[in-house]
T-cell receptor, first 112, second 114 residues
Framework: DTAVSQTPKYLVTQMGNDKSIKCEQN?????MYWYKQDSKKFLKIMFS???????INETVPNRFSPKSPDKAHLNLHINSLELGDSAVYFC???????????FGPGTRLTVT | GENVEQHPSTLSVQEGDSAVIKCTYS??????FPWYKQELGKRPQLIID?????GEKKDQRIAVTLNKTAKHFSLHITETQPEDSAVYFC?????????????FGQGTILTVHP
């Protein structure tokens, strides 16, 4: 069984478009995260949700909007895509009071 | 906020040798330090972690040490094998606050030559 899954795995789109990435975890975790990994492999947190409530919101452009319909799902919607948004986006999850985070397979976003 | 520095950025060893990767952190309140291994095109996977009440932890060929006073921690891999080749990331967080926000180091590309 896949613990943390993301769709799509690859996403190629043009500048100015709007796209969404979906994440689901079946671990029963309470907290979910979005990380961005740039071309230099640097991993940086973007958002964190705990039980559908936004907990962490790093300095991310307003074009990025996370949505958590329930605690097993965390989606990322990106408006007006820019070339600099090209990266691999990872979803992760963890249980309250247990710090281990488990990552999804990643979504490689390419903006042309 | 927390800042994590990781060295070296690349590390090349012969099979069977040991590899050591070092990280320093800035926030003395950090109390959880995981290490992730990321193979090419794959997700980061947790390989070992250490909490601030422990100075050393070992799991087969990998070990992590923590020096809270100096605010640095290290990953040690013994008897390296080609399948150990990957990017390794250290991270730091404060358990119990910010729901586990991880601050990552810049990564170390480890290459093990057969």
């Amino acid at each position: 069984d896949t613990a943390v899954s993301q769709t799509p795995k690859y996403l190629v789109t043009q500048m100015g478009n709007d796209k969404s990435i979906k994440c689901e975890q079946n671990l029963g975790h309470d907290t979910m995260y979005w990380y961005k990994q740039d071309s230099k492999k640097f991993l940086k947190i973007m958002f964190s949700y705990n039980n559908k409530e936004l907990i962490i919101n790093e300095t991310v452009p307003n074009r990025f909007s996370p949505k958590s319909p329930d605690k097993a799902h965390l989606n990322l919607h990106i408006n007006s895509l820019e070339l600099g948004d090209s990266a691999v986006y990872f979803c992760a999850s963890s249980q309250d009071e247990v710090p281990e985070q488990y990552f999804g397979p990643g979504t490689r976003l390419t903006v042309t | 906020g927390e800042n994590v520095e990781q060295h070296p950025s690349t590390l090349s060893v012969q099979e069977g040798d040991s590899a050591v990767i070092k990280c320093t952190y800035s926030d003395s309140a950090s109390n959880y330090f995981p290490w992730y291994k990321q193979e090419l095109g794959k997700r980061p996977q947790l390989i070992i972690d250490i909490r601030s009440n422990v100075g050393e932890k070992k799991d087969q060929r990998i070990a992590v040490t923590l020096n809270k006073t100096a605010k640095h921690f290290s990953l040690h891999i013994t008897e390296t094998q080609p399948e150990d080749s990957a990017v390794y990331f250290c991270a730091a967080s404060i358990r119990g606050t910010s729901y586990g926000k991880l601050t990552f180091g810049q990564g170390t590309i480890l290459t093990v030559h057969p």
